[in-house]
């Protein structure tokens, strides 16, 4: 997939602020442009949507495959099998008591190549994946998919715009810029020797979703 790296940027210059909610970013209108280049017909309010639905929509699809003996993994990867990101969630057992409960640890990473060796691994293209997904489209936004094979395509789409966004930031050594959307994520770009580190936080209801046991039956 190729992205103009002149159009992530709003008036042909970086904004320089900390933290800006997804709507104050050009994101929105790149993910109009790209999807019009396939011929589909999309709106700045749609990428939005398909931010929510698809952070919502994994967090649910973990909360009902988590699993108390092996982390869990949803990778999101492009068509030819390079992953993306990745959610998983795992459970930490209480170390003083036996007999407590322990604690579901749910994140996001980019750096795929810190997945969990003993994870159980599912992908986004995944029907039993892209279902749970849909659905939680559905609710949140009404949105409806002819193709269940719009769900994988629509987030490749979001998060490699979201990523080349963050990497185009001009952040200084110890500063972090964020792009938030309000109860769904935080998704930073930290520079720590000389180094760009990423980041992409899960909040508010989607933290509370995974600790739901009543969605497993793990």
Not at 17 to 28: F, G, R, S
Not at 125 to 145: A, F, N, P, W, Y
Request: charged share 25%; proline share 3%; hydrophobic share 40%.
């Amino acid at each position: 997939m190729y992205i103009n790296k002149n159009n992530l940027f709003q008036g042909g210059t970086i904004i320089m602020a900390n933290v800006l909610t997804l709507d104050q970013t050009p994101i929105p209108q790149n993910y109009r442009t790209i999807c019009e280049t396939i011929g589909w017909e999309v709106t700045p309010e749609d990428c939005i949507h398909w931010a929510k639905t698809i952070v919502a929509g994994v967090s649910d699809a973990l909360g009902q495959h988590k699993d108390k003996n092996a982390p869990v993994v949803i990778v999101i990867q492009d068509l030819k099998g390079n992953k993306i990101i990745y959610a998983c969630v795992k459970y930490i057992k209480a170390e003083d008591d036996e007999a407590a409960e322990g604690n579901w640890t749910y994140y996001w990473s980019w750096d795929v190549s810190s997945i969990p060796e003993d994870a159980i691994i599912h992908t986004l293209d995944q029907d039993k994946v892209r279902e749970i997904v849909s659905r939680r489209g559905h609710d949140i936004c009404r949105i409806t998919l002819t193709d269940m094979t719009f769900v994988s395509q629509l987030s490749i789409f979001f998060f490699n715009l979201l990523h080349d966004y963050l990497d185009h930031q001009a952040v200084e050594e110890g500063q972090t810029f964020t792009v938030e959307l309000e109860g769904y994520f935080e998704a930073s770009v930290e520079v720590i020797n000389g180094k760009k580190n990423y980041s992409f936080l899960p909040k508010g209801e989607m933290k509370t979703l995974i600790k739901d046991d009543s969605a497993s039956e793990k």
